[in-house]
């Protein structure tokens, strides 16, 4: 597949350009297609490309089900890795027409699925999946993603190089969501990526993945490899970076739930920010920090309709004070509460709380306390809220036995909607103006957040609630 060039008229001018593609971009065959064509077009106005890369669409979940599996014995993780490596290697027979690309290809999805199947071996016999061996085998998905779109590259006749970022991202060793050391990371990334491309190479980054100053394969948290693109194309001084997704950019709403939601064109990284800690699925959290001291902009664009301009990000938007709020949604949530008996409640209760949960390894998304009713709720993740419970009854067992609380529960499935306006007087108005469209509606608030600025606030609603709510408070906000 050829891409036009026409497809980024929005981007004219030279500069070196960080290109990142997610899972779904890389979903298959034809995806990867897709992604080399995209490549090649934005290299005729000017060569000088990177390209970060994720694992293909439900790869890593599948390598860290076989870990996991492997506690077991490694006859279900052999199983799991057999599937992995049918898809990889009909990807490759789909992919590349070249026999010499395709065995390259070919022996690499086995050499490394190999060294996979004997981490898992290791696991078997210790009967346990340390945070440690999940990081070593969750990142070899962006390996293999990096290999295939590298090879599709060269066939086109354009020369390129799958890059392991385990050589040039250097982190602490808090395996599973290690923090990067940019200090030590930049020379290292120069070092390695600007020969190629000063010769016309592009270098083929993996995403999602690290290493320690010793070695040791890190990675840096679900969706990292949008930071991955921030922390290269910071380190490279580039002129941009292109994250690309399933979708145009970010959006008002969730156009599956509101089909009329629109593109907002430019945000501020403030609020980029903000909407990523929200939830925006678009954005990794961390991927705005390493960009705006050196103000690069950020754009979000759609692998599968290139010629939308996307969301642009930068410091000073053109826009800014006039676009229409945005609503972040989420699901998938339990609220716990931690309820406590008369007089005696402490204030050391929530800290106490949080730190149990930090210690289990458990994102708090939100938190509120009631002193005068002596209740203490706490937002997790559906899927963390039986290792929350056993934490919280581990910390407070001896204050549940003596009557110090009363109970610890988990309340029904619950979502969040996040609203975040421009600031500015319409911006301003934003808080008011949900609260009463949620009045209107006669939606059941369960909890609220809000920080110290006017123009933006959470709520935690039932979580068959949510759609409904997304949509009136859409249209109430004209958004």
Known sequence: ?????????????????????????????????????????ARETDPRRVVVVSAMSGVTNALLAAARAACTGPTAA???LADLRARHEATAHALLQTPAERQAALAAIASHLAEVLRCCESIATLGEATVRSLDRVAGVGERLASILLAAALRERG????????????????????????????RPRV?????????????????????????GVPTTLGRGGSDFSAAILGACLDADAVWIWSDVDGILTADPNIVPEARTLEELSYADAATLAAFGAEVLHPKTVAPLVERGIPLRLLNTFNPNHPGTRIAGQPSLEGTRPPAIISTRGLRMLEVTGNGTRWGPAVAGRALSALAAAGVEVLMFSQSYSERTL?????????????????????DDLANGHLARLAALAG??????VAAAGRDGAAVVPKTFAALGRLEAQIVSVAQSASEYHVSVVVPEEQVDDAVRFIHRELDA
């Open 414 to 419: 619950v979502g969040t909607i996040s609203v």
């Open 158 to 185: 354009v020369a390129a190089e799958a890059v392991p970022a385990t050589g040039m991202i250097v982190t602490d060793a808090h395996f599973g969501a290690a923090e990067p050391d940019l200090e030590a990371t």
């Open 1 to 41: 597949m050829r891409m036009a060039a026409s497809a980024f008229l929005y981007s004219r001018g030279e500069g070196m350009l960080v290109m990142k593609f997610g899972g779904t971009s890389m979903g298959d065959a034809e995806c990867i297609a897709r992604v080399a064509g995209l490549v090649e077009a």
């Open 78 to 80: 052999g199983e799991r």
């Open 377 to 397: 709720t706490l937002l997790v993740r559906e899927s963390d809220a039986e290792a929350s419970l056993a934490a919280l009854r581990r910390e407070f067992a």
């Open 190 to 214: 120069r070092a390695r990526l600007l020969p190629l491309v000063a010769e016309g190479v592009v270098p083929v980054v993996t995403g999602y993945i690290g290493a320690t100053a010793e």
